[in-house]
C-alpha cells in the first residue's frame, strides 16, 4: 500500500485564487511528521510548511496553510493568492518513527507529486 | 540564511566508473540524508547518516554505494561502479532538531 498518495496528477489554477492540493497518508505510527515541498523546474526541492502529528493547529506559513485531518489521514496543501510563480511540482511527504528505540531516524516518504499551473 | 550545498550540479560519467556527490549540510545539524529522483518519478530515501555511522538505508542502497563524512563540514555520496539506471537528481539534506529536513539544489547524474 502506498504511504502517500496525492491522487491529482496535474491542478489548474486562475491567478490570485486559492488552490488545495490533496494529500492522504498511511501509518500506524501515533508520532509523525507531514511534509510539503515545492520543485519548480530547475529541480530543486524547496521546504513549504511542516504538520507534527501531535500538533492542535493547522500549520501555517505565509500564503501556504495545511489542512490536517488526522481521522481522516489527510494533509491538503491550501496555497492561497496564487502567482504565477507558484507554478510547479508539489509533493506531499511523510516521516514516521520519529523516535524508535532512543534513536531517531526521520527518513521521508513521498507522494507522486501533483504539477500545478497558475494561469494569468 | 544558512543553506545546504551540493557540487557538481551536473556530472557526466561513464558506466562502471566511480562518482563522488558531494554535500555541505547546514552547520548545526547532525543527521544527513541523501535520496535520489529519477527523472518523472517521486524522490526515493537512499540513506540516512548520524553520528557518523549509517542509521538507515533503503534497498536500493546497494553495496555499490557508501556514505562519508571525512570532515566537519562535507558528507559524500559514493558510487562505485555507476550503471545506466543510477541516472537521477540526487539530493543532500540535513536536518533541524524539529525534523524538518532542507535539501540541497541536487546534483544532476547522467550515466552514458
Known amino acids: 500500500a502506498q504511504k502517500i498518495t496525492q491522487t491529482q496528477p496535474g491542478m489548474f489554477v486562475q491567478e490570485k485564487e486559492a488552490v488545495t492540493l490533496d494529500c492522504t497518508y498511511d501509518?500506524?505510527?501515533?508520532?509523525?511528521?507531514l511534509f510539503w515541498y515545492k520543485q519548480p523546474s530547475s529541480g530543486e526541492m524547496i521546504f513549504l510548511i511542516y504538520?507534527?502529528?501531535?500538533?492542535?493547529q493547522n500549520a501555517t506559513e505565509g500564503r501556504y496553510s495545511l489542512n490536517f485531518q488526522k481521522a481522516r489521514k489527510s494533509a491538503n496543501l491550501v496555497i492561497s493568492a496564487s502567482q504565477l510563480g507558484d507554478s510547479a511540482m508539489y509533493f506531499c511527504?511523510?516521516?514516521?518513527?520519529?523516535?524508535?528505540?532512543?534513536?531517531?531516524?526521520?527518513?521521508?516518504?513521498f507522494g507522486q507529486g501533483t504539477i500545478l499551473t497558475v494561469h494569468p | 540564511e544558512p543553506e545546504v550545498t551540493q557540487t557538481p550540479s551536473h556530472q557526466v560519467t561513464q558506466m562502471g566508473q566511480e562518482v563522488i556527490l558531494r554535500c555541505v549540510p547546514i552547520?548545526?545539524?547532525?543527521?544527513f540524508y541523501w535520496y535520489r529522483q529519477i527523472l518523472g518519478q517521486k524522490v526515493e530515501f537512499l540513506v540516512s547518516?548520524?553520528?557518523?555511522?549509517?542509521?538507515?538505508k533503503s534497498e536500493i542502497f546497494d553495496d555499490q554505494f557508501s556514505v562519508e563524512r571525512p570532515d566537519g563540514s562535507n558528507f559524500t555520496l559514493k558510487i562505485r561502479s555507476t550503471k545506466l539506471e543510477d541516472s537521477a537528481m540526487y539530493f543532500c539534506?540535513?536536518?533541524?532538531?524539529?525534523?524538518?529536513?532542507?535539501f540541497g539544489p541536487g546534483t544532476r547524474l547522467l550515466v552514458l
Open positions: 547518516f548520524y553520528n557518523n555511522e549509517i542509521s538507515e
Open positions: 539534506a540535513s536536518r533541524t532538531p524539529r525534523g524538518t529536513q532542507y
Open positions: 552547520s548545526n545539524h547532525l543527521y
Open positions: 501509518t500506524s505510527d501515533q508520532s509523525y511528521g
Open positions: 504538520q507534527g502529528s501531535y500538533d492542535e
Open positions: 511527504a511523510m516521516r514516521e518513527g520519529y523516535e524508535a528505540g532512543g534513536t531517531s531516524y526521520g527518513k521521508l516518504t
